[in-house]
């Protein structure tokens, strides 16, 4: 057995929402154990996107082996995890019960308390798993295929929101955009790998704005834009620049990003910024968000990659907090697909 200190709390972490199965080990919210991730990409590729009923099904064959591996990365065995946290929405419905099944299973089996996460929240909570320093309230730019937002943590578990996408989410425009212009699945990490071989001043796409709402957002129009380019392209037999798309599309994406963000830091007075979900992965974004923070005086977290894109780690960071409130989900715990952040 690892040596623990009496008061520490480790939490075993379960996430299934898409088409990652992951399961981690974390210790009091902050140190990462054990991070397993089996990803389901390669399939999915297949068909140029997820395919929810082959989503549950890989997740229903990896999710013991993906615990066990946590498990033993960690060197710990089941009767030294003090609880069991799963995300139990937002996501595919039937990705999730997988995870959400398990996990009751193993928390009533080993009579061990179990916590019920949001999804979002975790992103957010990755952030602490590698700034020991960072504390509640910040403000966070939530940026993943379902979702973004620019939310205000008040304290842990308890958000505001300030804004939120009328359409598509971030992620869900890379991958769009990447199989129009013929990059296919996953779009994001395609698109940025294009884009560094292209102009991003190439072509003038729109930046998407809300009136009157200045921290939504609004990326379908930008989508618009790049089919009728390409469509415009085609007509007129020009020749399409693949990477001057994926380049332009991206900084007009990252555009919108940062202006929408900078503008709540400053409105707001706050000095502590958040970077969260898999679209964070980006070093473009990452490299640009943090340019405009330094130049206004704020403090910018962004987690690591492979604790941007789904993982069970910032699950169990989520799953401390919780915790530490008291929380439990009784064994009538059930997926909830639109679970909001604010729930
Ligand atoms: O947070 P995440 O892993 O899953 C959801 O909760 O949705 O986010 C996945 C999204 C996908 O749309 C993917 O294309 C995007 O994040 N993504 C990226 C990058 N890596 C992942 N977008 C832009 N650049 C990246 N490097
Ligand atoms: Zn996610």
Do not use: W
Not at 192 to 206: N, S, W, Y
Not at 238 to 244: F, L, N
Not at 299 to 319: E, H, K, Q, R, W
Request: proline share 5%; charged share 20%; glycine share 10%.
């Amino acid at each position: 057995m690892k040596e623990k200190a009496l008061n520490s709390i480790r939490i075993l972490a379960i996430e299934s929402s898409c088409d990652e199965t992951a399961a981690a080990v974390v210790e009091n919210g902050r140190q990462v154990l054990s991070n397993i991730i089996s990803s389901q990409v390669p399939m999915h590729t297949l068909y140029g996107g997820v395919v929810p009923e082959l989503a549950s099904r890989a997740h229903i064959e990896a999710v013991c082996p993906v615990v066990e591996e946590a498990l033993k990365a960690a060197g710990l065995t089941l009767p030294e995890i003090d609880a069991v946290a799963v995300t139990y929405g937002p996501g595919l419905v039937g990705a999730l019960l997988v995870g959400v099944a398990f996990g009751k299973a193993l928390a009533f089996g080993l009579n061990k308390p179990l916590i019920g996460v949001n999804h979002i929240e975790g992103h957010v909570s990755a952030a602490l798993l590698e700034h020991p320093d960072l504390e509640p309230p910040f403000l966070c730019l939530i940026v993943s295929g379902g979702h973004t937002n620019l939310a205000y943590m008040r304290d842990y578990g308890d958000f505001e929101i300030l804004g939120s996408t009328r359409d598509d989410a971030a992620g869900e425009a890379f991958d769009k955009v990447a199989r129009a212009i013929g990059l296919g699945y996953p779009g994001g990490p395609k698109i940025e790998k294009a884009a560094r071989e292209g102009d991003p001043a190439a072509i003038p796409f729109p930046r998407g704005k809300v009136d009157e709402a200045p921290y939504d957002f609004t990326f379908s129009g930008m989508k618009s834009a790049v089919l009728n380019y390409l469509n415009h392209a085609e007509m007129t037999g020009e020749t399409v620049k693949q990477a001057d798309v994926a380049a332009s599309f991206q900084a007009a994406v990252i555009d919108v990003l940062v202006s929408r963000a900078m503008h709540a830091v400053k409105e707001r007075g706050e000095k502590r910024l958040v970077l969260a979900g898999g679209v964070a992965a980006n070093g473009a974004l990452r490299g640009a968000l943090k340019n405009a923070c330094d130049k206004a005086g704020v403090a910018l977290y962004v987690p690591s990659p492979v604790f941007c894109t789904d993982n069970a780690a910032m699950i169990g960071a989520a799953g401390y907090y919780r915790f530490r409130k008291g929380e439990r989900a009784g064994l009538d715990l059930n997926a909830v697909p639109y679970l909001e952040l604010t729930e």
